[in-house]
């Protein structure tokens, strides 16, 4: 799920679509990946199996459609909190926040790391490389934004934007730790002392 990916995808423009994927959402997180059948998915959705396979005919084709959507609008949810930022630094910090409250309250993310972990955690470490790139697209994109509008200077934004989407990453696998990821307060502290300094490379 690459970002060039990510950005073409659009919102359905047709009920029945957008009716399937609340569905397939709601049924996700009240069930998990596994036990969630297309059935369940149907009848959420209320409509007839016939109309939903001429959609989706896999599971997994729906299972991507969800994904990319919910992944399309954490981005969007990001881009709104940083353009709210009057500076390249103000965007380090609210990007940092609006990154890891997102990803904390993704409810379905949550509910497949904790009653599904093998569904998801192969995807996110031995075969995360996917999900890192994605991360790592996306931070160079604003680093690179900053730099064309004079905000920070010119330097390679492929490193730092690694070293974030690596970051970001780590305290999804493992919040427990000393970096605040629950007290905004304490989460833009964090981010003032430590992750501007990185743009001052």
Do not use: C
């Not at 036990?35 to 998915?41: A, G």
């Not at 939903?52 to 599971?59: I, M, N, T």
């Not at 974030?164 to 629950?182: D, F, K, M, Q």
Request: avoid cysteine; charged fraction near 30%; aromatic fraction near 6%.
């Amino acid at each position: 799920m690459f970002l060039a990916e990510v950005r073409a995808s659009t919102e359905p423009e047709d009920d029945s679509t957008r009716r399937i994927l609340d569905a397939a959402l709601d049924a996700f997180e009240e069930f998990g990946l596994r036990r969630t059948t297309m059935d369940d998915v149907a009848r959420k959705a209320g409509i007839g199996r016939a109309t939903l396979y001429r959609r989706f005919p896999q599971k997994g084709d729906l299972v991507t459609a969800v994904g990319l959507r919910e992944v399309r609008r954490f981005i969007a949810a990001v881009d709104v909190e940083i353009s709210k930022a009057p500076n390249a630094e103000e965007r380090m910090v609210e990007g940092f926040v609006a990154v890891v409250r997102g990803l904390r309250e993704n409810q379905l993310l949550n509910r497949l790391l904790s009653s599904e972990p093998e569904a998801v955690l192969p995807g996110l470490t031995l075969h995360g490389g996917p999900v890192i790139a994605l991360a790592r697209g996306y931070l160079k994109e604003k680093i690179e934004e900053d730099q064309r509008a004079g905000l920070i200077g010119d330097f390679d934004a492929e490193p730092l934007a690694e070293t974030l989407a690596r970051l970001i990453h780590s305290i999804v696998l493992t919040p427990e730790g000393r970096i605040p990821t629950r007290d905004e307060r304490q989460m833009r502290a964090f981010a003032r002392t430590y992750l501007v300094a990185w743009l001052r490379i």
